[in-house]
């Protein structure tokens, strides 16, 4: 059973457009982490988020966290090909342990 | 620094036979962990060791042994390889117990024949 579902699935775009991906969940977590994964390489830790309503920017990624803490989504603007990658949410909530979704692999084509 | 290093990078084993997957990491984590990724599916937690000395059972430890060597090496065993465990498996560490990040190594992509 998949705790945190994220979609969509996959995602392809042109360079220059938006793109949003989003992971939700029944449950509460007392933080969120997204990730990004390269083919061949192990997931690398974009953000954390903590607190409920809390937004974060990263240069043209912006995360924010829902109201509730069940969800969180993630806006790229102006789309990159090295925006390329499996996008990975991932929700803590007992010690240490994360609990991942599938992914959403997004594609920017130049 | 390297990081997190896993060993071998392939593997392909036939139905029965046994292996280890060995990781090492150089951070002075305390914690680590062993995942296994499968399309559609996420990362799926296999074990973790909490510190050195202590591990414990994730979501899908059925099939799987380890063992923490010491601080820095965290190993995960398969007694008796079955095709249900084709996967990529990944080793992770991060500094102690809570959200902290981790730190993923480069996977070791696993075929059972």
């Known amino acids: 059973t998949q705790l945190l579902e994220q979609s969509p699935q996959f995602l392809s775009i042109q360079e220059g457009e938006n793109l949003t991906v989003y992971c939700n969940s029944s449950s509460v977590f007392s933080s969120l982490q997204w990730y990004r994964q390269e083919p061949g390489e192990g997931p690398v830790l974009l953000v954390t988020?903590?607190?409920?309503?809390e937004v974060k920017k990263l240069k043209r990624l912006t995360f924010q966290f829902g109201d509730a803490r069940k969800d969180s989504s993630l806006h790229i603007t102006a789309a990159q090909p090295g925006d390329t990658g499996l996008y990975l949410c991932?929700?803590?909530?007992?010690?240490?342990?994360?609990?991942f979704g599938a992914g959403t692999q997004v594609v920017v084509t130049p | 620094n390297a990081g997190v290093t896993q060993t071998p990078k392939f593997q392909v084993l036939k139905t029965g036979q046994s292996m280890t997957l060995q990781c090492a990491q150089d951070m002075n984590h305390n914690s680590m962990y062993w995942y296994r990724q499968d399309p559609g599916m996420g990362l799926r937690l296999i074990y973790y060791?909490?510190?050195?000395?202590?591990?414990d059972k994730g979501e899908v430890p059925n099939g799987y042994n380890v063992s923490r060597l010491n601080k820095r090496e965290f190993s995960l065993r398969l007694e008796s390889a079955a095709p249900s465990q084709t996967s990529v498996y990944f080793c992770?560490?991060?500094?102690?117990?809570?959200?902290?990040?981790?730190?993923f190594g480069p996977g070791t992509r696993l075929t059972v024949t």
């Open positions: 992770a560490s991060s500094v102690g117990q809570g959200a902290y990040e981790q730190y």
């Open positions: 060791s909490a510190s050195e000395g202590t591990t």
């Open positions: 991932a929700g803590a909530r007992s010690w240490g342990k994360l609990q």
């Open positions: 988020v903590v607190t409920g309503g």
